[in-house]
Every structure is written in structure tokens, then in C-alpha cells.
């Protein structure tokens, strides 16, 4: 990637500066240049790519995908009558190929900026009083780059646990680390301690128990909260049955160094004054409890760019903030930190500026969790749709009356529909199995378009295919079920 100043800055303003090279930035620097606009993509970091490409959804999805085929191969080929000799695993070669996968798509989006003939910028942005980009490398300053619109798309980073709880000296991705260091491991934790059972804890904690370590995941509330009762439940069960084990309800007192690496004290479960509080010895905690916006040190309350308590930046339906000229977009904004969220946001912000009406369907974007099985979900939840007092219908269906699930020993989950009582419009949906994250899509779609449990029910599916499981769980809630 080019790592200074393009050879001159142009005489005129960008059209576009957009500050910040994630799934939300270099999605909506592409589209701007295809819409016509002057556009300059600024980025701190050596690699493009944001957290999603260098420290994220990629690299945990290559050390997902090794350590679940090193678990099948161990323990899932005997009873299909394949024999091998004895498994290994080489953990270096393992981060070999997550690192080059990391570097193709990271390079990758380098010739994506070419080809769009968009300028690249490294250096450190901070908005200054007149609404220009200073540029930073450390303290020096390198000059300004001028833009008649900015887009903000700054992301986030790790929450650390207060002094109190963790000595921020200890927090040094050594022994306590975040998903940064949990995903470059060197050697596998002999007892990892996961603290915060959220999508980062049990995707980290599934990879490191997979390769042998001995995973405790630790919550206040409960795992996935905002799942279900019945996925959540049946979905850690699934995770108990692999090896992790769970401290859930669960008061966080102190993490301290120990003999053993450290010692973690808590207040277990219904903690009353007469339940004495525990200590767990682990050679390793992984502090998964959520990321908060990236945006300190980047000249917003000079420029008037204003953040709300949390430090997300406040934003209109148009993604304009208080600044006029001045967009925010990803996981820097409110809502879900998703890279797919990101990247809607991005491009809608972008046309909108342009002129035409770009609106982000939020109702329709899918979360996934990339564990075995996997668990996928969109729109509403039963547990909102009762809060919000909706009259709902659940069509619901076990992946163990789906054939093809059968066949390839994918029997464990189900899917649970929720469509409108009144017009059977399909309202939300959350799928416990393998391949969730594929199925979920059939029913975005469904969503996007309005559809229905009876559009589902009366689509012709492929056999012997998992969607059909979807099919059946639609008619299962209409009473026509045809496999139970
Ligand atoms: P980011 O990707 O965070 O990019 C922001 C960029 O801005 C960074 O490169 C940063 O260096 C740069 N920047 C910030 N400030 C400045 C400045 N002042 N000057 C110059 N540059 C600056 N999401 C999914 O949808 N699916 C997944 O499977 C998934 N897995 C994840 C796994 C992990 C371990 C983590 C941590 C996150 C995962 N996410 C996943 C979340 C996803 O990575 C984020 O939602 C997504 O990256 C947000 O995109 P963004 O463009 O808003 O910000
Ligand atoms: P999270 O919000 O998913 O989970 C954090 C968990 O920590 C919660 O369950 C919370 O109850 C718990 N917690 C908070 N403080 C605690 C304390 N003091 N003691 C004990 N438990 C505590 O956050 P996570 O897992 O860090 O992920 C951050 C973001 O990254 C997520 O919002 C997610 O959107 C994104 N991400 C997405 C992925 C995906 O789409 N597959 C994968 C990984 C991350």
C-alpha cells in the first residue's frame, strides 16, 4: 500500500475524504469513486482492511475453520468408517496460513483502491477547528488534506475491565489479552479463562478448546444475551458437550497474577452475602467484554463533531453529524458492530450524497456466530416480540427430522420462525446448526421482500438440502408440517 502522500495533493478539495480503511470505509471509498467522486481513503494502519480484515472476522474464521477440522478429524471420521493414524496439529503452520490469508485480502483491497483510482493516505487524521484533516505520524504533523466532504469511519476497539477488576499492567496480550492476542497465539493456554460469553468469547473459546485447552467462559448475564431461551440453552449444552464450561450470572471480583499465571476471583451465581466467593486458577484470560467506539484522539469536539456518553458518534438517518460536511458510518455510530453493517452504511451514506435516496434496511441484517454449530438470527426475537406486545405465531423445526442433516451428521439445532399472527409476514428468525449463517440468507431475503411464512411454505426447495428444514419450520407453524 502506498505509505506517504500521493506524489501531489491535488489543488482542489477531495470530493470525498474518508477517514478510517475497514469494511465500512473501503466499501463506501469504492462506491464514491464509482459514483463520479475525487476520493482519498486515510488509514493509521500499514494494512488496509480494518479490524474485520486484520484482526477480526478473518483471522478468526481462518483459526475457526483449522481447529474445526482438526476436532472432525479427530473425533468425527471414525464413524464414517475412515480410519487415520495418529492427528496432530502444527499450531505454526496454523497462524502461517491465517497470516496469508490476512495478507492476500488486506493486498487485495490495496489493488481494489487502484482500480478505483482512489488516493491512499497512512498517517493518523485528526479534524481540526476549520473542518481540514491534519495528518499525524506519531507527533508530526505531515500536512493537511482537504476534502469538501468527510466521512468518518473510525470503528472500534476492545472495552477493558476497569483497574479495580484488572491491573492494566497485566492487560498486556501476554497472559490477559484481547481478541488481538487471542488470535496470535504461540503455544495453546493450558486453562484459558474467558470473561464475557458474547460472540468474540465463545468464538475464541470454541477455536482454543478445540486445539486442547481447557476453556471456562465467565458472565454476568447470561450466554449470547438476546438469544432466546430455547436457542441459548440448547446452544450451550452444544458448546458443554465440546469441552467449554460455563460460569454464567456470574460476578467478576479481580484478576491477579498467580502461581499458576493468574488467579480469578468471583462471586458465583445468586451470589447472596452467604455464597463465598471462588477463585479459578487459569494460565491465560481472554477479555471479551464488548468494544467501544474508536473515537478519541481524532479532533472531534474541536471540529464539533459531538459523541454521545458512550462515545459513539451521533448521527441523523443520513449519517450526517453536527458537523455540516462531516458523515460517520460503522462501528464509530449506534447499532450493531457488524462489518456487514458497516459496509450498508457506507454505501448508503455515499449515494445519499450523491443524490440518490439510499435507506439501510437494519431490520434485515443477520448476526452470525461462527461456532459448531452455528447460530444465526434476523429481526425480531420472541423475547422482543413480547416485550413489544406483537401477536406472533413460531414455526419451528429440528434438524434432526432434515434428511440431508442426517446424512452428514449436522442433526443437532433447529430452526424457529416468527411470522405476524394476523398476515403471517415473517418477523425474525434464529437458527441453531450447521451452515446457519448460509440458511439465514434464504430468509433475509424472504424479509427484504416482505415475504411470509406462506411464500416459505410454498417455494419449491431442493432435496435433500438443509433449507428445507426452513420450509418445514414454516409450515410447522402454519400446521402443516410434513417431516414431524
Ligand atoms: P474497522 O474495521 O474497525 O476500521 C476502522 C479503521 O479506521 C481501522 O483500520 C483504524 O485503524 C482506522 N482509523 C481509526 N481512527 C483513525 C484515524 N484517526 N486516522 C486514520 N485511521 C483511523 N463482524 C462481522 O460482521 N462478522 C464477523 O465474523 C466478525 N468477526 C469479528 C471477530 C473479531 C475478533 C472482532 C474483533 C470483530 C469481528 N467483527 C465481525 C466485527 C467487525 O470487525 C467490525 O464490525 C467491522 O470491522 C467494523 O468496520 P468499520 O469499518 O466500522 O471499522
Ligand atoms: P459482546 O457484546 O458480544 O459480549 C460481551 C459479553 O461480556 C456480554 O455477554 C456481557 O454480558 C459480558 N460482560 C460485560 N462485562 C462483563 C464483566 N465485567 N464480567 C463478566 N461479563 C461481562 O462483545 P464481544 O464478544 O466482545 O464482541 C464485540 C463485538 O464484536 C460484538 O458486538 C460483535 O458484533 C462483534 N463481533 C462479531 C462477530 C461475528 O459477527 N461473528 C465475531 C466477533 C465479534
Known sequence: MPDSMPDSMPDSPYDLAVVGAGPGGYVAAIRASQLGMRTVLIEKHPTLGGTCLNIGCIPSKALLHSSHLYRQTHEGLAEHGITTGKIAFDLKAMQRRKEKIVASLTGGIDFLMKKNRIDVVTGHARLDATGAIQLFDGNKNRGKV??????????????????????????????????????????????????????????????????????????????????????????????????LSFRLATTLLSVAPSKEGLAIKLQPAGGKHDTLPETLQASHALIAVGRKPATQDCGLEEAGVACDERGFVEIDEHFRTTREGVFAIGDCVRGAMLAHKAEEEGVAMVETLAGHRTLVDYATIAGVVYTEPEVATVGLSEREAKEQGVSYKLGKFPLSANARARTSNATEGFVKLLFAERDTRLLGAQILGAEAGTLVQELVAIMAYRGTAEDIAQICHPHPTLNEALREAAMQGLGRAIHL
Open 146 to 243: 482537504e476534502a469538501n466532504n468527510i466521512l468518518l469511519a473510525l470503528g472500534s476497539k476492545p472495552v477493558m475491565l476497569p483497574d479495580a477488576l484488572l491491573p492494566s499492567a497485566l492487560a498486556d496480550e501476554r497472559r490477559v489479552l484481547t481478541s488481538t492476542g487471542a488470535l496470535a497465539l504461540a503455544s495453546v493456554p493450558q486453562r484459558l479463562c474467558v470473561i464475557g460469553a458474547g460472540v468474540i468469547g465463545l468464538e475464541l473459546g470454541s477455536v482454543w478448546a478445540r486445539l486442547g485447552s481447557e476453556v471456562v467462559v465467565l458472565d454476568r448475564l447470561d450466554l449470547l444475551a438476546g438469544l432466546d431461551e430455547d436457542t441459548s440453552k440448547a446452544f450451550q449444552k452444544s458448546l458443554e458437550a465440546q469441552g
